[in-house]
């Protein structure tokens, strides 16, 4: 029997929160809920690290960023350490990404056979922060809130024109695929950027949204010294000062936000139109999920950077018929139990690097088994002056830094994570056992001293590579001209045909 293919679909920034069971019932994503009907949909999924970058190679990979060394948007994620393309390719199947995976280095494939479009981010070491160096604002590369105070509508940005270049490029590469010139079976990713701010959206998606019920956040700001110590470090490196965030300004970048979600659903609905139209929908598993949220003004904040249910927690929908049984899972999962689903999925036996996989298969958690172990998190990029990590177990979040007090949230009694019960006398035992976990998981004092030495590195490096000629690492696509449209070693008749869907008799 031949394998699954496998079909990806990643948003960038997407707001776990709004996925509740699917999409919430406000969001006009046809597309998605269609999807969602079909799929096992993890209300609790987590993101391994809450930043693009170290999100998305955790998610690859299925190790943490202390343990591929990807640990800020501009750390290296290099060529030795394993990810799903390379499994999946070593097991026969082709490989293609069309978007953005956020690559840092001069490898800039990670497994793919093909990437159809280049990244919309750099490649290089000029995103560094700099522990040496806490407080530091890098201005030309840090978040601010111009993207909320400049929030609105634009029929076209520099995001959307990568979007709409991913998508074209990603419906091109499924009708190609089903031409059946390769036999072999198939993965594609397709990795957008949006809803990730700037908050600026095409008007035949903000129009939606014009009577929304959910422009303003369920917990509203609260002053700066009220927030926790990593709160405020992020508000810092926000430049939040020099800006005066109005409640128009609130509704007006979550109006936006949500236009693009919609805006996203209809390129989905374009790629799954074209699976549809290459009769290939019953044999492909699709998963749907993003590398982190958005706060969206919850509390103040905005962005990410935390691990706070906005930031960290994500949407993960899987549709894999005879697989998989659709419906609702609420025990917590992580992006870094894709990779050893897929190869469940795909009946690949990652026997040999195992121990090398932090994830866990959650295709019996699908079906009615339990998961046996916390979803795991870190954090170790701008906004942080030291690493942060996080477990997340049944109703219970613990989070810890060296530089801060510990927080311990129950998610069932307190959604919205406004009681922080790490000092609580009621809770002391639950709160030791985390304490005790998270040093049976992590040597602080490590991890806090590789990344300095990964920045220190990545800092004399970018520094001499710009100094003189210099070779960029970006992705640079290529296109083989003389096989596309008609060429005279084709026949004119063959080519007709056989790129047309659906085909003649």
């Known amino acids: 029997m031949k394998k699954p293919n496998i079909l990806i679909l990643m948003a960038d920034q ?57 640990y800020d948007n501009a750390a290296e994620f290099t060529s030795d350490i394993p990810t799903y393309a390379h499994h999946l390719r070593r097991a026969g199947y082709q490989t293609a990404l069309s978007g953005k995976m956020h690559f840092v280095g001069p490898d800039q494939l990670h497994g793919f056979e093909e990437r159809l479009t280049t990244d919309i981010y750099p490649a290089d070491f000029g995103w560094t922060p700099d522990y040496r160096k806490p407080g530091e ?19 076209i940005s520099n995001q959307m ?69 990593h709160a405020k470090r992020i508000f810092d490196a926000n430049d939040w000062r020099n800006f005066n965030i109005t409640e128009e300004d609130v509704k007006r970048s979550r109006r936006a936000y949500f236009a693009n979600v919609s805006y996203i659903d209809d390129k989905i609905g374009e790629i799954m139109t074209a699976l549809d139209g290459i009769q290939q929908a019953d044999n492909t598993i699709v998963i749907f999920l993003s590398d982190h949220g958005d706060m969206l003004g919850e509390r103040g904040l905005w962005f990410k950077m935390n691990f706070l249910e906005g930031s960290a927690r994500v949407p993960l929908m899987i549709s894999a018929p005879g697989q998989m049984k659709a419906g609702l899972v609420t025990d917590p999962v992580s992006t870094l139990d894709v990779v050893p689903t ?61 530089l801060d007090p510990p927080m311990l949230f129950n998610l069932r ?29 992590w040597n602080m004092e490590d991890f806090d001293n590789a990344v300095r030495l990964s920045q220190a590195r ?38 007709e045909n056989n790129q047309r869907f659906p085909r003649g008799d």
């Not at 036999?183 to 990713?189: A, G, H, K, V, Y």
């Not at 002056?385 to 810890?400: D, F, M, Q, S, T």
């Open 413 to 441: 009694e307190d959604p919205n994570e406004l009681n922080n019960l790490a000092d609580n006398p009621d809770f002391r035992d639950i709160s030791e056992s985390f304490a005790q976990r998270t040093r049976d998981y």
């Open 161 to 229: 024109e990568y979007d709409d270049e991913v998508c074209y490029n990603a419906v091109r590469k499924i009708y190609d695929l089903g031409r059946g010139h390769d036999e072999r079976p198939w993965c594609l990713t397709v990795s957008f950027t949006h809803p990730h701010d700037p908050y600026l959206a095409r008007k035949k998606y903000w129009d939606l949204y014009e009577d929304c019920d959910h422009l303003l956040p369920e917990v509203e700001a609260w002053d700066y010294e009220d927030h926790d110590p």
């Open 14 to 70: 997407l707001n776990g929160t709004l996925f509740p069971d699917g999409p919430a019932d406000f969001l006009h994503t046809p597309h998605l809920r269609k999807l969602a009907e079909n799929s096992t949909r993890f209300q609790n999924a987590y993101t391994a690290s809450p930043l693009c970058a170290p999100g998305r190679a955790a998610f690859m990979s299925g190790l943490l960023p202390s343990r591929n060394r990807v």
């Open 342 to 402: 897929l190869a469940d999925l795909a009946g690949i036996d990652l026997g040999s690097i195992e121990p090398w996989t932090e994830g866990e298969s959650i295709l019996e958690l699908a079906n009615g088994e339990s998961r046996t172990s916390p979803v795991r998190m870190e954090y170790a990029a701008e906004a942080s002056y030291a690493p942060l990590v996080c477990l997340r177990e049944g109703p219970w979040k613990y989070i810890h830094c060296e």
């Open 137 to 155: 604002r890098i201005d030309w590369w840090y978040h601010n809130m111009s993207s909320v105070t400049e929030s609105g509508i634009a029929e």
């Open 458 to 495: 990545r800092w004399v490096v970018y520094e001499a590579l710009r100094n003189g000629a210099y070779y960029p690492w970006d992705f640079q696509p290529l296109q083989r001209a003389s096989e596309r449209y008609m060429r005279n070693h084709l026949d004119l008749n063959d080519v």
